[in-house]
């Protein structure tokens, strides 16, 4: 059973950075599709960022491209999201996904596995 579990989340003041990481386990992911995702109170879930864990390629919501970094290391079976110039709009419960796939997924609904999500908290 495939299970992802966040962490890093926490308060940080406008200009800051945090880094969210992702540790999965119960597969092998070399050939998943990883993603993080977020979700504002009152809003909808939206896409972040995707990484496809073979070959690496990543893709960025345009809200957070050149802010916002995703990695993985796969000795860690960890991917990691590196959130630089935080805004207070970047506030939201940050999740991370997977699924099998061959190149990224930016899509919410196609992903199969989530974690619980972890807090980010931007004040200005």
């Known amino acids: 059973q495939v299970q992802l579990v966040e962490s890093g989340g926490g308060l940080v003041q406008a200009g800051g950075s945090l880094r969210l990481s992702c540790g999965a386990s119960g597969r092998t992911f070399s050939s998943y599709a990883m993603g993080w995702f977020r979700q504002a109170p009152g809003k909808e879930r939206e896409f972040i960022a995707t990484i496809n864990w073979s070959s690496g390629s990543t893709g960025y919501a345009d809200s957070v491209k050149g802010r916002f970094t995703i990695s993985r290391v796969n000795a860690k079976n960890t991917v990691y999201l590196q959130m630089n110039s935080l805004k207070p709009e970047d506030t939201a419960v940050y999740y991370c996904?997977?699924?099998?796939?061959?190149?990224?997924?930016?899509?919410?609904?196609?992903?199969?596995?989530w974690g619980q999500g972890t807090q980010v908290t931007v004040s200005s």
């Open positions: 996904a997977a699924r099998r796939a061959t190149g990224i997924i930016t899509r919410t609904e196609l992903y199969e596995y």
